[in-house]
């Protein structure tokens, strides 16, 4: 029902240049912001010195949509923008700590509410023009403009209002907040700085969700990551060169990154992305899911494996909570009066093998959860939860005490019946996208067939998924997963809330539903308001 | 006589693998939904005859598989214990031709599985889904290809008989139905109907979809035979005695075009089975856990199961000799109809 899926990360050996690439997303350990010259401020990397040149292909599942980090939404949006841009501060994803980025350092005010961020001096967009406070003036008005429809627009609400910036000096700026944040400086991580001298003329004409198309000329594009825009061919691949203006070195006083180019292939889906790794017209495959990494595994030649251990991805089962509208129909009105019933959901909880999960569709390379929060997450993660094993007795006794019985059906098999002697019969859908989910409902299906439900598997594609789950609500069941950016829960802020748009079982709800809805908001409430550099 | 013969013989290695197919909960040793968790992706077992100390048994038995430590899909025989193949034993129930309560499996192991094709994802036995499989696609193919031949015939025979705009405006239609695109409409089909399809609603609604789209070729044939056939000296003599439309469709004409008919049977029978498995293997067909044998190859679709395991394969090798019976056939029809030609033309020279 719910479970965990391990990242992998399997390298074609380029050694110098890869190595270089990893430092460059983040995964050093240590990094300490050292000053170089008067003149630019920039972030020495500890670790091995590399050699300079190469290019590093990679795929992706699909073309990104835009370049525009302000409205990109899409996964492979996302991936290719992180390698062009920079934000403020940054997490990073291997110690799920932050650390200094284009802010070489921050305070926060006693009561919490206002965080100075002092910016590096002297650092370069791609294009070679300079950095300073008015380009993070320029980004937060942007992403807080609700015209603009930024996807994280929501982030900068904090405590019901606005972030509100101003700028003290060239290169420092002051945030203030309506409330403290228990994330602290995790705000600013992924709000990538904007070069003002590009968009500011675009943003003024209101033109700004077309800024960033994949058309755009790379000299009309700039960012401070550490590639910039070389060459779009569409349907082929996307081709970024090394950013001569980026703001880190390694120990030699070098500056990265080592690469020259790096070219992402567009293909259709992950066993393309097997396919092409393994005739080696790429160098790095990520993500990958288990049977494909044991498909890679078993005829390794010159490549090597990672297991980057677990994400911070999660799958669950939820059932439809809606309100029921004039509309609904009596008979999900009948189907929501069992999934409403506790002992009716403890049953089902208790009927699914997780372990069978775990094993048949994940190859061992998950793990059994009993929460929401995946093994990955080393800071909330809470080992004491009680992990009650499968057990269908138990599932049986819950569903008596509930009113629920049982009877034998045509073929001699055993029904479950409700309270007015109606068989127990529903669908779950699952998204068609990835071959796992059919496969974990298949097994929560049989699970379930023994406890006398009559279960149906709806495989649907993730579009049309959503939009019965968030928009027409005609569903019963669904099986899904979601991935944290974050380690910390605000991230999941519109999850765990009951007014969340992603709140699945019921999503945007004007007031709490039920007491133990009300009870998460409280608690996520208090979460938010802790905070931890008072 | 030797294409009679050739007829009766692909008429007996048809009955004999359809009557497999009908008996398959006897033939089969389980239960063809029934995970045994323990043992996904299970490679097929060998019967052995000598076991692991060289001694040499009469009667063939099984090694039981257990996984090697540690690994999730390799598999190691225990060679401890052998388990002889037994036949006639006492299993899982079943409901014989659908309606006899029974427990009688042809074979299986006591203490211990037979996986003759090895197993799937979820531990379910291989040979087992084929034979239930078969139950599903086959009769799918039969009842599709009936209906298809049914409405072909009347749509045919009354273009045929009638002529004139019934004539036009049916074949036109006719046209119209080859040159649609059936698969992008399947889909849009598919979009307007509830969510959740029972097994049962979706096997009736495939045989349903498939019966009527194929229908344009069969009423072109027959439209053929029934124009040739209306024009023939004993139809017209017996429209002279005053026979009504319908007593020369039902008595002269349409039974000319019964060689047709059994011959397009023949050919539409495995292409409907085909059909099944297509729209199966693009998830509009049978839901799982039912087995059909479009599900039985959908799981091919993935990479990792293509190179991994080979014996996800073996479905489809085994329905090749079902194909091969129909066509053959349907050739030996051909073969049949062109013989009695022969044989009434130089009947008729004599005479």
New interface residues.
């Given amino acids: 029902m719910k479970n965990n899926k391990a990242h992998f990360l399997c390298a074609r050996m380029l050694l110098g240049p890869l190595l270089s690439l990893v430092a460059l997303l983040g995964h050093p350990t240590l990094v300490f912001p050292q000053q170089r010259s008067a003149k630019e401020e920039l972030l020495v990397l500890p670790g091995e010195v590399g050699r300079s040149g190469g290019r590093l292909v990679m795929s992706l599942r699909g073309e990104p949509k835009t370049l525009n980090p302000l409205i990109a939404a899409d996964a492979r949006s996302r991936e290719v923008i992180g390698v062009m841009q920079a934000d403020l501060v940054h997490i990073n994803r291997a110690t799920q700590l932050t650390e200094p980025s284009l802010a070489k350092s921050w305070k926060v005010s006693p009561n919490g509410l206002e965080y100075t961020l002092v910016l590096r001096q002297g650092i370069k967009f791609s294009d070679g023009q300079p950095l300073d406070a008015d380009d993070v003036l320029f980004t937060f008005r942007v992403y807080l403009d609700e015209k603009v429809h930024a996807t994280q627009h929501d982030f900068l609400i904090v405590g019901g209002k606005p972030i509100s910036v101003r700028k003290l000096d060239a290169y420092t700026l002051v945030f203030q907040l309506a409330k403290p944040y228990g994330a602290g400086e995790r705000l600013f991580d992924g709000f990538y700085i904007l070069p003002r001298h590009l968009l500011e003329k675009q943003y003024q004409q209101g033109k700004f969700d077309q800024a960033g198309t994949l058309a755009t000329a790379a000299s009309a594009w700039a960012g401070l990551g550490p590639f910039r825009l070389k060459e779009y061919v569409a349907g082929q691949r996307l081709v970024l060169e090394r950013n001569p203006y980026y703001w880190k070195t390694d120990l030699k006083g070098n500056r990265l990154p080592y690469l020259d180019d790096l070219v992402y292939l567009f293909v259709q889906n992950a066993?393309a992305q097997?396919?092409k790794f393994q005739s080696g017209e790429t160098d790095v495959i990520s993500q990958i899911?288990a049977?494909?990494f044991?498909?890679l595994s078993?005829q390794q030649y010159g490549y090597n494996m990672t297991d980057a251990g677990p994400g911070l991805e999660y799958y669950f089962l939820f059932f439809n909570l809606s309100e029921a509208g004039e509309k609904t129909p009596a008979e999900m009105l009948r189907k929501q009066k069992w999934f409403r019933e506790v002992k009716f959901r403890q049953a089902v909880s208790a009927a699914v093998?997780r372990e069978?999960i775990v094993?048949?569709v994940y190859?061992?390379r998950g793990a059994p959860l009993w929460g929401l929060v995946a093994p990955g997450n080393r800071r909330w993660g809470n080992e004491k939860l009680a992990h009650p094993a499968r057990s269908l007795e138990r599932a049986r006794t819950l569903l008596k005490e509930a009113g629920f019985s049982w009877n034998n059906g045509p073929?001699?098999e055993s029904r479950l019946l409700d309270a007015e002697g109606k068989p127990v019969e529903f669908?779950i859908?699952t998204s068609?996208s990835n071959?796992n989910y059919?496969?974990m409902a298949?097994?929560v299906?049989?699970d379930l067939r023994q406890l006398g439900m009559r279960v149906?598997?709806?495989?649907?594609e993730f579009r049309s998924l959503l939009d019965?789950v968030l928009q027409t609500k005609?569903?019963?069941a669904c099986l899904l997963g979601l991935v944290s950016f974050d380690a910390d829960p605000t991230a999941d802020t519109n999850v765990w809330l009951s007014s969340g748009g992603s709140h699945l079982w019921n999503p945007s709800q004007a007031h709490p539903a039920t007491a133990w809805e009300a009870e998460i908001d409280r608690l996520m409430e208090q979460q938010l308001d802790f905070c931890l550099p008072c | 006589m030797r294409v009679r013969r050739t007829f009766t013989r692909w008429l007996v290695v048809l009955g004999v693998l359809h009557g497999i197919v009908v008996c398959a909960g006897f033939f089969a040793p389980y239960d063809p939904v029934e995970q045994d968790r323990k043992s996904p992706y299970l490679p097929p077992m060998r019967l052995h005859l000598a076991d692991a100390r060289g001694h040499f048994h009469l009667w063939p038995f099984v090694y039981s598989l257990r996984l090697r430590e540690g690994s999730f899909d390799q598999y190691e025989e225990d060679t401890n214990e052998p388990h002889p193949v037994k036949f006639f034993l006492s299993g899982a129930g079943y409901r014989l031709l659908g309606f006899l309560p029974c427990r009688m499996h042809f074979f299986g192991a006591e203490n211990a599985r037979i996986y003759l094709l090895g197993t799937d994802a979820y531990g379910r036995d291989q040979f087992s889904r084929f034979l239930f499989g078969g139950q599903v696609s086959l009769l799918a193919g039969l009842l599709g290809a009936g209906i298809t031949l049914l409405i072909g015939l009347c749509i045919g025979a009354v273009a045929g008989y009638y002529g004139g705009w019934r004539d036009s405006l049916l074949m036109r239609l006719a046209e119209l139905f080859l040159a649609l695109p059936w698969l992008y409409l399947l889909f849009a089909l598919r979009a307007f109907l509830p969510l959740a399809v029972s097994p049962l609603e979706a096997f009736f609604l495939i045989i349903a979809v498939i019966g009527t789209v194929g229908w344009a070729r069969p009423a072109r044939l027959v439209r053929g035979v029934v124009l040739s056939a209306k024009e023939r000296d004993f139809v017209r003599a017996a429209r002279g005695f005053g026979a009504s439309n319908g007593y020369l469709l039902r008595r002269h004409i349409l039974p000319e075009t019964c060689s047709v008919l059994l011959t397009q049977a023949a050919i539409l029978i495995p292409q409907y089975v085909l059909a099944e498995m297509t729209l199966s293997f693009l998830g509009l067909g049978v839901p799982e856990p039912a087995p059909s044998w479009g599900n039985l190859l959908s799981s091919l679709q993935q990479y990792s199961v293509l190179v991994s395991y080979w014996w996800m394969y073996l479905p489809a090798l085994f329905m090749v000799p079902f194909f091969l019976g129909y066509l053959g056939l349907a050739s030996s029809l051909q073969g049949r109809e062109e013989a009695y030609k022969i044989e009434r033309s130089s009947l008729g020279s004599l005479m």
């Fill in positions: 066993d097997v396919l899911g049977e494909n044991t498909v078993r093998d069978a094993r048949l190859q061992g073929n001699g669908s859908l068609s071959a059919p496969k298949a097994l299906q049989d149906q598997v709806v495989p649907l019965r005609e569903f019963d």
